[in-house]
């Protein structure tokens, strides 16, 4: 069963780091672009940051370049999510996907103080 499960969401302070990981329970995914998305709270699921197969291509939200990297290791079939600088309006759910097909259930972040 092909399955991406989310981790490393959580609650921190605002200008706080953290790191999130995306496991993919298949090599396929070595092959494939990959993306994480959040919903914050009443409003519309977007993409935050994109990779290309070889993680040499990303591409990110204007709201949080800067401040979060995606980086990808296809020999562990794990993708993540480095964000700094946290901010009260990065809260949401994250959710990792693979051309927006396959999707995890997602890892919650709040940024509070």
């Known amino acids: 069963q092909v399955q991406l499960v989310e981790s490393g969401g959580g609650l921190v302070q605002p200008g706080g780091s953290l790191r999130l990981s995306c496991a993919a329970s298949?090599?396929?995914?070595?092959?494939?672009?990959m993306g994480w998305y959040r919903q914050a709270p009443g409003k519309e699921r977007e993409l935050v940051a994109s990779?290309?197969?070889?993680?040499?291509?990303?591409n990110y939200a204007d709201s949080v370049k800067g401040r979060f990297t995606i980086s990808r290791d296809n020999a562990k079939n794990t993708w993540y999510l480095q964000m700094n600088s946290l901010k009260p309006e990065d809260t949401g759910v994250y959710y990792c996907?693979?051309?927006?097909?396959?999707w995890g259930k997602g890892t919650l972040v709040t940024v509070s103080s």
């Open positions: 298949s090599v396929i995914f070595r092959f494939k672009p």
């Open positions: 990779i290309s197969s070889s993680g040499t291509i990303t």
């Open positions: 996907s693979c051309e927006q097909f396959w």
